[in-house]
């Protein structure tokens, strides 16, 4: 695309040179310009200045100038601004994007979404969507893309809709018709002439005739207006406006992230469980190793995930190890927690044995990156009483009075198998040390981190690292186990951390559903990534305890279809939903012994199924996803939710809407019937014909109007997913 011209067109001026021998009264003086003067470009020269047009408040606007909102390549996003001018003069809008090397990209037209309060909204992309993968050769022309886009409003006066308003009044009740039809004239003839219209022969043509057309006088007032206002010329104001004191606003800038940074499906295993079975001549269980593991990766893929993500690889403590289900004591065979990292083998830059080696570590990343998915390593900065660091930098951990290092603790919570950093000492030096592992890992073919508690550590620590890793690594992304509060998680996204573990587990009615995901996907969206997970290894909630099937089923649907990045911890596939008594976690837990799974068994249940049928219609309708798109939908039943996420069709590579609609029953047990409200317009379908809703998960075709009847039972069907279907 050409770059934009920024000045408006000037109309010309005629001027009388003074009388020397008399003075001109001021009713004999000659008018300096026939016409109207066009409202002219102001340059702006400080920060602050306003141009001709006014333009404010724009939102996603950076906190302070400093922390650019984050969007994925090619996701939809909206962008609102303030734009008005004084008078009853009518206004327009336009949205340009342009990518880090300052070249347009996109520009559309602006709509008003409230005129009272002067608010104009557009719909953006930067890019377009990939599938790209870090190791593929299609990511070198990814990466250039990647960084700081632009947004800039245009706002300028709307002369041809101020115009045209009050000429067609003015033709109506007979009023100075004469003057306001060459006033159109004159306009009509300047739009043809502007080099910022854009426009083509065809386009300048048939202005230049509409201009002729409303100086005819021989004509009656009407056949002059009517000319003024067809089809092409409405459709020309649209895409190619005369834009009278055009005033542009500061760039906002926009932090682009490559793909799947915020669109992703997670699949966590434990690798030491993974091919573990039970010796029949000992009766104990024999570990599994990352060469085992290949067949969670074969699952992973199977069931439609992009990414695998392994807890701790790295050798376990001995003292304090903990024993089955969190216990003090730990039996001779009980293996410990991953979390408790470190012993005489090494520790977070050691594999550990009983896994394999680096060999293995690395052959296993090279067989997920043949599959297509991406390996996300737990990378948990602590240590066993027995890890080298307790040694060799005694002043990275906290000592208490008497001379002991303190365990970690999150009262009621104490974990005497670990030691917590203590960042006060030497803070530089531990940046260092985590720098080089974290590229030791990425060499090994590690993409993505998974960081416990980080909200644990100083947030300028993860800044310092994040900024270190990504300059070299850019391609590398950061997940924040988070659960704390809404100040600290922000912090976090603005240092870096692309995505976080988030309280939805915790929102199981309607009114929490409803609220929780505005929350996600709408402004907060722009920095904090939530990431949905029905259950980890450490939540398990009363809901999924109790509801069974269809409950797994729910909350898997609610996850897949709620948040772009959405996460499963394996067993949910064989309903393993037994809680510790007194704990929202599993008995059992397989943080602190290794499970040995009937993989065969999970046929039984379905939920195996349904995780693929969620990934392929995520898959199959990218482009409806985003962390700023979702409404809700209204419906007269208190266990049925219903939403929708919605992308115009001008931001779609076929050019046609893209529109999914969620309904799920939230009650386990018993069928619920509603009427679900669809506000047909706000979601580009014509309501003279209403919507073809097909069901993605079972195939089923629906016609839809504005209010339409559901019934899901939990033993047939708990949720639909509709796509809006466009036979145009």
């Not at 109309?11 to 003067?37: D, N, R, V």
Request: charged letters at 25%; aromatic letters at 10%.
């Amino acid at each position: 695309m050409s770059k934009k011209t920024t000045k408006a067109t000037k109309a010309t001026t005629t001027t009388s040179a003074p009388s020397k021998t008399k003075q001109s009264s001021p009713a004999s003086i000659a008018p300096t310009q026939t016409g109207e003067t066009p409202a002219p470009s102001i340059p702006i020269t400080a920060p602050g200045q306003f141009g001709r047009v006014n333009v404010m408040d724009i939102t996603p606007c950076e906190e302070h100038g400093i922390y650019p909102a984050r969007v994925e390549l090619g996701e939809p996003f909206e962008v609102t601004a303030q734009v008005f001018i004084e008078g009853r003069t009518k206004v327009g809008a336009t949205a340009v994007v342009r990518d880090p090397h300052g070249m347009e990209t996109l520009r559309l037209p602006m709509t008003c979404a409230n005129a009272g309060l002067d608010r104009w909204k557009v719909e953006l992309v930067c890019g377009e969507r990939s599938d790209a993968k870090p190791w593929e050769p299609e990511f070198a022309q990814i990466e250039p893309q990647l960084g700081e886009w632009s947004v800039t409003i245009e706002g300028w006066e709307d002369t041809y809709l101020s115009w045209l308003h009050d000429a067609t009044i003015k033709v109506q009740v007979g009023d100075d018709v004469e003057n306001a039809l060459i006033s159109g004239s004159q306009l009509f003839t300047r739009w043809a002439a502007s080099p910022d219209a854009r426009l083509d022969l065809s386009q300048r043509k048939h202005l230049e005739t509409a201009a002729a057309t409303l100086a005819d006088t021989t004509l009656p007032p009407e056949q002059r207006l009517y000319a003024a206002n067809d089809d092409d010329i409405s459709a020309m104001h649209v895409t190619n406006p005369l834009r009278d004191g055009l005033s542009t606003s500061a760039a906002q800038r926009f932090k682009v992230e490559r793909p799947g940074s915020s669109f992703a499906a997670w699949y966590q295993f434990f690798p030491r469980s993974e091919g573990a079975y039970v010796d029949k001549a000992t009766g104990k269980i024999v570990q599994g190793t990352l060469k085992t593991a290949l067949a969670g990766l074969e699952r992973a893929k199977e069931e439609g995930f992009d990414i695998v993500y392994l807890p701790p690889i790295f050798p376990i403590g001995t003292t304090n190890r903990k024993g089955k289900n969190n216990s003090l004591v730990a039996g001779p065979d009980d293996p410990g927690s991953p979390f408790g990292i470190g012993s005489e083998l090494g520790g977070h830059d050691t594999v550990d044995p009983l896994l394999g080696t680096m060999d293995d570590f690395k052959a296993l990343t090279a067989r997920a990156h043949e599959l297509g998915l991406e390996i996300a390593l737990d990378f948990a900065l602590q240590c066993s009483p027995d890890h080298p660091w307790v040694k060799q930098h005694p002043n990275w951990f906290k000592i208490k009075p008497d001379g002991t290092i303190a365990f970690a603790e999150n009262p009621p919570k104490k974990y005497q198998d670990i030691y917590p950093i203590d960042f006060n000492a030497d803070m530089p030096g531990i940046e260092k040390e985590v720098e080089r592992i974290l590229n030791l890992w990425i060499k090994a073919g590690v993409t993505i981190f998974r960081i416990d508690n980080p909200h644990t550590k100083p947030v300028r620590f993860w800044q310092d690292v994040i900024a270190a890793i990504t300059k070299a690594h850019p391609e590398v992304l950061f997940l924040a186990e988070a659960f704390t509060r809404p100040g600290m998680m922000r912090a976090l996204s603005y240092v870096g951390f692309t995505q976080s573990h988030c309280y939805f587990p915790w929102r199981n009615t309607k009114e929490e559903l409803g609220e929780y995901l505005l929350e996600t996907n709408g402004n907060a969206g722009y920095y904090q990534h939530n990431t949905f997970w029905p259950t980890t290894p450490d939540i398990l909630t009363s809901y999924v305890r109790d509801n069974g099937i269809a409950g797994h089923a729910v909350r898997a649907v609610l996850a897949a279809m709620g948040s772009p990045s959405w996460g499963m911890y394996n067993g949910y596939e064989l309903i393993e939903n037994r809680q510790r008594p007194g704990f929202e976690e599993q008995i059992d837990n397989e943080k602190y012994e290794v499970k040995v799974r009937d993989w065969a068994r999970a046929s039984e249940f379905g939920i195996s199924e349904l995780l693929t049928s969620l990934n392929r219609i995520r898959r199959g309708h990218a482009e409806a996803f985003s962390y700023h798109n979702v409404r809700l939908l209204p419906t007269t039943d208190e266990n049925i939710l219903a939403f929708a996420r919605h992308t115009p069709g001008e931001l779609t590579r076929s050019g046609k809407p893209e529109t999914l609609v969620v309904v799920v029953n939230l009650d386990g047990h018993n069928a619920h019937q509603a009427s679900v409200h669809l506000e047909m317009p706000e979601f580009d379908i014509d309501p003279r014909w209403g919507a073809h809703m097909r069901d993605e998960l079972t195939g089923r075709d629906f016609a839809w109007s504005w209010d339409n009847f559901v019934s899901l039972a939990p033993w047939a069907d708990v949720a639909h997913i509709f796509h809006v279907e466009r036979d145009f």
